[in-house]
């Protein structure tokens, strides 16, 4: 399959009756849903539909799945709001985040760098899902206690709620948890239940009769003339200042655009290129008519596979009807009280919380759990904007670990065979006259392990009863050598060879570790003579010298 993009891609598997129920599956969920994660992002709940709409036409042109949905996501969303209520943040900043993300995108597209979403580790991703669920669970309380608070960090929202406790409300809070319960029940009871909208919909009716006035249960703010769209001014000063969260908002679409992929099995790198390409393309058209960023979302995209969408047009016909909603009932919009879209809000918290599985990684690895339970008190307990990038920073350190790992294993023949194997020394006691030493190298060889992995080396020889008759390096696991690398190799031969102990390489399978060895010039103070294809030959081959 070509990666490029290509006109309607989708349309030639179209199927009008599928994809017309598909797309009123899809629009129960995704207009409560989008309204809600508009007034997440700080901006008004209509602009949600908008983004949506603009999304899915982009994804109908030029997607390549005809289920991966993209429109406004809680995962991003609230690093998108923490960063407009920013003091230095100014009209437009959303759009040029959105401009900023599809540009990093697109960038990722056209240089084929597909494997860069492989970098978040599963325990990061999740510690993040977890961290963020938290900040959308708080950071909707005070609106649920019908409270006007400036939004911070978990901490500071708490400290506030504590210090206007007596100005706390009931009503709205038993809405906002009515709705909660509602939607979480109805998702328990069937997977894609429109509860979310019979919810809002029972909101808008309660509020009508018993609380016309709005002075019990607070309204969204009016719909404005064009729903909080703001052209973006890129100035070169203020993109600098927004690069570290259009990089962590990036990442984020990444990621999850992967997880959406492989979560439907056509995850192959063609499809992801073409997928990231098209996110991209949706994150550039919704920053040119002023809106916030988009990404692509797993329920939604589940939601169309279950209901056998054949093309984007279902996506499309949901979106349709969000605009539909916005030219004809933008009564109803300004009519929703804001602690129902609250009760949204913490719904999707809990499907954020739940789909991060920290028990089962505690479960399974006790090191990567703490790993995500670190990620989301890194997330939870710094602003959002820094969080995120630390956690970043902290799965990339995870990821790179192996390289700075230095292990050094002594191997031994398996009687009656040719294979070298580790085993307990305690099932092998060294003789005291002397014989080769094997030792098996277990990762690249670079600045950073370099000291180690040679340390040990000469540790080993020094505990040998008596000098080995020849030192063997088994390298099956040495995938590169860097010069470091190299000089102290090449300082441990000279020095084995000047105590007459002669050193020989076997197994070094990676072509880029033999390129390294020539161009480094280890394999000149080696001698090819003393590099072979298996511990067994450089044994015998030394037995006849």
């Known amino acids: 399959m070509k990666s490029g993009f290509s006109l309607l891609p989708t349309l030639r598997a179209a199927s009008p009756r599928h994809d017309l129920l598909a797309a009123l599956s899809l629009a129960a969920i995704a207009i409560p849903e989008q309204l809600a994660t508009a007034r997440l992002a700080g901006l008004p709940a209509t602009q949600g539909l908008i983004v949506f709409a603009v999304a899915s036409v982009m994804m109908?042109?030029?997607?390549?799945?005809?289920?991966?949905?993209v429109g406004a996501d809680s995962t991003i969303a609230p690093l998108i709001g923490t960063t407009l209520a920013a003091g230095a943040a100014v009209q437009g900043d959303a759009a040029l985040l959105a401009g900023m993300v599809g540009a990093l995108l697109l960038a990722v597209y056209a240089m084929r760098l597909e494997w860069i979403a492989n970098l978040l580790s599963k325990a990061v991703v999740g510690g993040m899902l977890a961290g963020i669920a938290v900040h959308i669970l708080i950071g909707r309380l005070p609106i649920a206690f019908g409270l006007d608070l400036p939004p911070a960090n978990p901490p500071d929202t708490l400290a506030l709620l504590l210090r206007h406790a007596g100005e706390a409300r009931l009503?709205?809070?038993?809405?906002?948890?009515?709705?909660?319960?509602?939607?979480?029940?109805?998702?328990?009871?069937?997977?894609?239940?429109?509860a979310p909208l019979l919810a809002l919909a029972t909101a808008?009716?309660?509020?009508?009769?018993?609380?016309?006035?709005?002075?019990?249960?607070?309204?969204?703010?009016?719909?404005?003339?064009?729903?909080?769209?703001?052209?973006?001014?890129p100035d070169p000063a203020n993109m600098a200042a927004l690069l570290p969260v259009a990089l962590s908002i990036a990442f984020l679409c990444l990621a999850q655009t992967a997880v959406v992929?492989?979560?439907?099995?056509?995850?192959?790198?063609?499809?992801?290129?073409?997928?990231?390409?098209?996110?991209?393309?949706?994150?550039?058209?919704?920053?040119?008519?002023?809106?916030?960023?988009?990404?692509?979302?797993?329920?939604?995209?589940?939601?169309?596979?279950?209901?056998?969408?054949?093309?984007?047009?279902?996506?499309?016909?949901?979106?349709?009807?969000?605009?539909?909603?916005?030219?004809?009932?933008?009564?109803?919009?300004?009519a929703l009280p804001s602690a129902a879209l609250a009760g949204v809000l913490i719904y999707i918290a809990y499907h954020l919380f739940t789909n991060a599985a920290l028990e089962e990684l505690i479960r399974r690895s006790p090191r990567e759990g703490l790993l995500a339970l670190a990620t989301a008190a890194l997330i939870i307990v710094m602003p959002l904007g820094i969080g995120l990038p630390v956690a970043i920073l902290l799965s990339l350190l995870h990821a790179s670990l192996p390289l700075f790992h230095a292990e050094?294993?002594?191997?031994?023949?398996?009687?009656?065979?040719?294979?070298?194997?580790?085993?307990?020394?305690?099932?092998?006691?060294?003789?005291?006259?002397?014989?080769?030493?094997?030792?098996?190298?277990?990762?690249?060889?670079?600045?950073?392990?370099?000291?180690?992995?040679?340390?040990?080396?000469?540790?080993?020889?020094?505990?040998?009863?008596?000098?080995?008759?020849?030192l063997v390096l088994e390298c099956a696991g040495v995938l590169a050598v860097d010069l470091s690398g190299a000089d102290l190799l090449m300082e441990l031969i000279r020095d084995l060879r000047a105590r007459s102990i002669p050193v020989?390489?076997?197994?070094?399978?990676?072509?880029?570790?033999?390129?390294?060895?020539?161009?480094?010039?280890?394999?000149?103070?080696?001698?090819?003579?003393n590099l072979f294809l298996s511990v067994s030959e450089a044994v015998s081959a030394h037995a006849a010298r």
């Open 261 to 334: 992929l492989r979560s439907g099995r056509h995850d192959s790198a063609e499809t992801r290129r073409n997928a990231f390409g098209a996110v991209g393309i949706a994150n550039v058209a919704v920053a040119c008519i002023g809106g916030f960023g988009v990404n692509s979302s797993p329920p939604r995209t589940q939601l169309l596979r279950d209901s056998e969408a054949h093309s984007q047009l279902a996506g499309f016909g949901a979106a349709l009807i969000g605009v539909l909603l916005v030219l004809f009932g933008a009564g109803l919009i300004r």
């Open 504 to 529: 020989a390489i076997a197994r070094l399978e990676s072509d880029e570790a033999q390129q390294d060895m020539v161009r480094n010039g280890l394999l000149d103070c080696l001698g090819r003579k």
């Open 60 to 69: 109908l042109l030029v997607s390549r799945s005809a289920t991966l949905s």
């Open 171 to 194: 009503s709205p809070f038993l809405m906002a948890s009515g709705i909660a319960a509602v939607c979480i029940a109805g998702s328990q009871i069937r997977k894609h239940f429109p």
């Open 408 to 470: 050094v294993v002594e191997l031994r023949n398996v009687p009656g065979t040719t294979i070298w194997w580790h085993q307990p020394a305690s099932e092998h006691a060294k003789a005291g006259s002397s014989e080769p030493l094997v030792l098996g190298l277990t990762s690249p060889i670079n600045f950073a392990n370099a000291a180690g992995i040679v340390g040990r080396i000469r540790g080993t020889v020094a505990a040998c009863p008596a000098p080995p008759t020849l």
């Open 204 to 233: 808008v009716a309660v509020a009508a009769v018993f609380d016309p006035g709005a002075s019990i249960f607070p309204r969204t703010e009016a719909l404005s003339g064009n729903a909080g769209l703001a052209w973006p001014s």
